[in-house]
């Protein structure tokens, strides 16, 4: 089975710094899908940034970033410029690729303080 | 275009009494997923609806129960409810096809049992 661990209960970072959260994960597929998602305390899960295993570049959305290291098994998620708003639960994800289910890991905590 | 909805927002039940919870998909997502979680973890994946069917289950006991209706929409039923079922529950959805199709998530449902 499919498992994901965020070592990182608890990060904090200065505004305007930059933080990485970091995720590993076990599988024996070749082809899946990785994801971060953000929880702030509103409750509403929102979709961060995506990664497709067979695609080599490290996805980007603004001012969100990914390590992925295929082969390490590892999904990193970097942070750049800090805002007050990206204080929230962090939850990285995994989707096989006919799978139809989410496995999440257990989330990092992040505080942004001014 | 509304978002995943959910209702109610907040519930209060006694143990061994049963609830149901709701949940409509985005407009134009025809596959819906539940999701348990509890106080500082991560989802934990219940069921997916397809086509009015069950397609996947996780590791949760036939208390857990649910529907799909012919407009997407989804129940989720739990009988004989335990202090244990105290959680926050996610409903997600999803486009038809393939490749990575992201989930959208619902503001959840936090049911407490006393």
């Known amino acids: 089975a499919q498992t994901v661990t965020q070592s990182q209960p608890e990060m904090s970072v200065q505004e305007a710094e930059t933080v990485t959260l970091s995720c590993t994960y076990d599988t024996s597929e070749s082809d899946y899908y990785l994801f971060w998602y953000k929880q702030p305390p509103s409750r509403q899960m929102i979709l961060v940034i995506r990664q497709e295993a067979y695609k080599q570049q490290n996805a980007t959305e603004n001012r969100f970033s990914v390590n992925f290291q295929k082969a390490a098994k590892s999904f990193s998620l970097k942070i750049s410029d800090s805002q007050l708003g990206d204080a929230a639960m962090y939850f990285c994800?995994?989707?096989?690729?006919?799978?139809?289910?989410?496995?999440f890991g257990p989330g990092t905590r992040l505080s942004v303080l001014p | 275009d509304a978002g995943v909805t959910q209702s109610p927002t907040h519930l209060i039940k006694t143990r061994g009494q049963q609830v149901t919870l709701r949940c409509s998909p985005k407009s134009g997502h025809d596959t819906v997923s539940w999701y348990q979680q509890a106080l500082g973890q991560g989802p934990q994946f219940i069921f997916q609806?397809?086509?009015?069917?069950?397609?996947q289950r996780g590791n949760f006991p036939d208390r857990f129960s649910g529907h799909q209706f012919p407009n997407y929409s989804s129940e989720l039923n739990v009988n004989a409810l335990l202090l244990g079922d105290s959680a926050l529950y996610l409903c997600?959805?999803?486009?038809?096809?393939?490749?990575?199709?992201?989930?959208?998530f619902g503001p959840g449902t936090r049911l407490t049992v006393t």
């Open positions: 609806y397809y086509e009015e069917e069950e397609r």
């Open positions: 997600a959805s999803r486009r038809p096809g393939q490749g990575i199709r992201e989930q959208y």
């Open positions: 994800a995994y989707r096989a690729p006919y799978g139809q289910n989410f496995v």
